[in-house]
């Protein structure tokens, strides 16, 4: 049985256990709504950071009783000792808006981002540009909603380029659920939007039930929305699901709602799914220590069914805790529940925060769908966690996957001397499953005093869609009054632009004691190893080895080196040169010493990068070791992983 409990109402509930048959879900009711139009030149002025507080804060059901699923020995990746990505654009986004929390998302589009909070809306260029801000209590007048808008939620929709955005509406007397939600009329969010406000809640026998704790994806033919189902007075009523076709909503024509519904299930997150050719969307949420469950909803346009399966995953256990921050504070780490998901690729990342020893941690998956429903059954492919050093608590996380496989996920941490700091991880495609590289410092909070204990209640990640590449994401900290703030940020684990591996490798001096040029396209522990050659004059490096490549790219506005290196022994300095075309000589661009025992990453800029190539295309590096102080094992190594030329016009 699961329990959850409402924490304005302050009373426990349990789900009833109904049977239903898992395999075939139907809708259970439609509706149709018609759309009201709104442009955003109209607000004057354009930003507008005032905000329409409200008495009532937004809900955050929480569950109680761990259900404890069957054992496994599944095993989790954990963090590598090597930072993944690099931190670009960043900017302050919303500021508190006497809501608590601000539950912030992001939508990124070709030329522009859109945020929302509890219970706000803003649009930037991607340079940080404020464009419009306004209430969400102004944006959605016209069509008789109430004052209670909260939860909410946005995306961009790649498949026919339009910002979606959705707010949910709630009032106890009369008894009120909808869902107010937005469709932009192209990809710049400034200008027309059709807006509707669709009906929520849900009755069952003599009970009525309303919709919180949202979750919102879409395909290429609709938008679902998810939503945990609360009895106005008493009771639980499960998970529903509301289908909404998406070619009306384009032009802003009436659309057919359509309404499932798991009666057992609960805090399920949609999946966004950008592949055009896929008939159905995903759902995720926790089952038990040791399951997740599955959602899959096909023929989203004409007659939706709706499938479960459940996944084994390595056991976890939800927080008992809260997380520690400063000034004897603590901040809410929800229960365990799915935070965000998104499919990419085969498969759906999804992650929330875990308990282990007393301490918060944050946990993702990468599941595979294996082309169920149709045939087959999902399964896990890696799954990981990034744990802080002990008293150090992450939590409220959330994950994301771009077009070449990299994963990355943000964060909070905190501790009773840390506040509140919004971090990154990143994993490239090729690094051993369920891994993630060091956790990276995006921004601490300003105040250390936060009182309100209320956090998140989530976060979001992005993926640009003009290179695929970049992450984009929105995080939540305290602010120096110590209230809470909301910032922007965007980092790359691989940058943007073509990757070029070396096709030949030279001994110059040394010995390639193993491996070959074959093993450095890939950052996958397969490494090409050398040993110390001799040297007549104290200046030499012992080891000297030469790489070229072919671009072709003839001209880049960007190059970068990347490469990845090990030795055996401490105090080995690395010198990088690359050669210049134009002045017909060997640059040196960088020199460090390399790391021992595990593998570092140098991921470096050339500036002018086009004298770096020929007019055939041909690109040339070398790498020099040598020892700065003295070895006592002999002979020592050098090692290469992974050796790369990023090129992009």
């Known amino acids: 049985m699961k329990y959850l409990l ?12 109904i049977a239903q048959d898992a395999n075939n ?33 937004p809900e955050n059901p929480i569950r109680f009783g761990d259900e404890v699923g069957p054992p496994n020995n599944l095993t989790l990746g954990q963090t590598l000792n090597a930072i993944r990505g690099t931190v670009n654009a960043q900017w302050p986004a919303i500021g508190a808006t006497g809501w608590t929390p601000p539950d912030p998302d992001i939508a990124v589009g070709p030329n522009h981002v859109v945020a929302v909070v509890n219970s706000s809306i803003a649009f930037y260029n991607k340079s940080g540009t404020p464009l419009f801000q306004q209430t969400a209590q102004d944006f959605y007048t016209g069509l008789g909603a109430g004052s209670f808008r909260f939860d909410p939620k946005c995306f961009y929709d790649r498949n026919n ?36 406000r669709i009906e929520s809640k849900l009755t069952v026998g003599q009970n009525t039930y309303w919709l919180d704790y949202p979750g919102l994806g879409y395909n290429k033919d609709a938008y679902v929305i998810s939503g945990n189902m609360f009895g106005f007075s008493s009771g639980f009523g499960g998970v529903q699901f509301i289908v909404l076709p998406t070619a009306p909503m384009l032009t802003g024509s009436p659309v057919t709602a359509q309404y499932l519904r798991d009666a057992n299930g609960e805090s399920a997150q949609m999946t966004e799914v950008m592949d055009g050719t896929l008939n159905a969307i995903f759902a995720i949420s926790r089952e038990n220590s040791t399951a997740m469950q599955l959602y899959a909803i096909r023929d989203l346009a004409t007659a939706p069914v709706m499938n479960m399966a459940l996944v084994t995953v390595p056991s976890n256990s939800m927080p008992s805790i809260n997380a520690p921050t400063t000034n004897g504070h603590a901040l809410d780490a929800l229960d365990g529940r799915i935070i965000n998901a998104v499919w990419r690729s085969g498969a759906i990342l999804a992650t929330h925060t875990v308990q282990s020893s007393s301490r918060l941690r944050v946990r993702w998956y990468q599941i595979a769908t294996n082309n169920w429903p149709v045939s087959g059954s999902p399964s ?52 051993p499953a369920g891994t993630m590289g060091t956790p990276v410092l995006l921004e601490s909070s300003a105040g250390n005093n936060y009182g309100s204990g209320r956090w ?45 591996a070396p096709t030949t490798m030279t001994m110059e001096r040394g010995i390639l004691f193993s491996g070959s040029v074959n093993d450095l396209g890939a950052s996958d522990d397969v490494r090409a190893t050398f040993r110390p050659g001799i040297t007549f004059t104290s200046g030499e490096a012992p080891v000297q080895v030469r790489l070229d490549a072919v671009s072709s790219v003839l001209a880049p506005s960007t ?91």
């Open 6 to 17: 409402a924490l304005a109402a302050c009373t426990v509930i349990a789900a009833p256990t």
């Open 25 to 57: 879900i139907r809708p259970f009711k439609s509706l149709q709504f018609n759309a009201q139009r709104v442009d955003t030149a109209r607000f004057s002025p354009q930003i507008n950071d005032e905000f329409v507080s409200h008495a009532k804060r």
């Open 161 to 196: 380029q339009r910002f979606v955005m959705l707010f949910l509406e709630q009032d106890d007397s009369p008894q009120v659920s909808k869902l107010l939600i937005a469709v932009s009329d192209d990809a710049d969010p400034n200008g027309i939007w059709h807006k509707y």
């Open 380 to 431: 896990l492919t890696m799954s990981g966690e990034v744990a802080g050093a002990t008293g150090i608590h992450h939590h409220m996380p959330a994950v994301n996957m771009n077009s070449v496989g990299d994963v990355s996920m943000i964060f909070t941490r905190s501790s009773t001397s840390i506040t509140a700091d919004m971090m990154y991880a990143g994993r490239f495609a090729t690094d």
């Open 456 to 500: 998140g209640d989530y976060f979001d990640v992005d993926v640009d869609p003009v290179d695929d590449v970049t992450f984009w994401g929105i995080l939540m900290g305290v602010a120096l009054n110590n209230g809470w703030r909301t910032s922007i940020f965007s980092w790359t684990i691989t940058q943007p632009g073509t990757s070029l």
């Open 559 to 649: 190059m970068r080196i990347v490469v990845e290196s090990q030795a055996s022994a401490g105090g080995m300095l690395q010198t990088i040169e690359a050669f210049d075309y134009v002045a017909n000589a060997w640059e040196q661009v960088d020199g460090r010493n390399a790391m021992v025992g595990s593998d570092g990453v140098v991921d470096i800029s050339l500036t002018n990068p086009a004298r770096f190539v020929d007019a055939g295309g041909n690109v040339s590096m070398k790498l020099h070791y040598k020892p700065t102080a003295p070895v006592f094992t002999y002979p020592w190594n050098s090692a290469l992983d992974k050796v790369a030329w990023i090129v992009a016009n």
